[in-house]
């Protein structure tokens, strides 16, 4: 018939200390460029994409050349390969849409050429993947900053 739930015990429960409270979950940072609210990405030093494909594009205009001999990597299908940033080719001005262009080659000997968006990518990721890189150690150019 009509049975009554009893209050819960408060002599029979544990008590919920400030100590034994939950941890809160880690924090994901934002950029840290200033008043940008986006979030950093691995692989980019600390920016989020946007500000990590600027900051390739800014010292690529002013110096293409200075990406030669830097460790890239790329994914195909499921699969990463490393490759090595071995020309730059300026973009031509009277061109009506000029592209600068970085050629790739790939250890497996492949070789494509990237535009600074894909460039920025590459460098992005091999800075994620930089431990599985078979020729991190051996390589003469660090991927620094970008």
Not at 39 to 48: A, D, L, S
Request: charged share 30%; aromatic share 6%.
């Amino acid at each position: 018939p009509g049975s009554k739930r009893k209050a819960p015990s408060q002599s029979g429960s544990p008590s919920k200390s400030p100590t034994s409270a939950k941890k809160p979950k880690s924090v994901r940072e934002t950029c840290t460029v200033a008043n940008c609210t986006k979030m950093w990405q691995p692989g980019t030093n600390g920016v989020c994409l946007r500000h990590w494909t600027g900051q390739v594009k800014i010292k690529a205009e002013a110096n293409g050349a200075s990406y030669k001999d830097m460790r890239v990597a790329k994914t195909f299908g499921s699969d990463v390969y490393f490759g090595t940033v071995k020309g730059y080719f300026a973009a031509d001005k009277e061109d009506p849409k000029p592209v600068a262009l970085w050629n790739v080659v790939y250890d497996d000997g492949d070789e494509e050429d990237l535009n600074v968006r894909e460039l920025a990518g590459a460098l992005r990721l091999r800075n994620q993947k930089k431990k599985k890189d078979p020729k991190a150690t051996s390589s003469g150019k660090s991927n620094g900053g970008n």
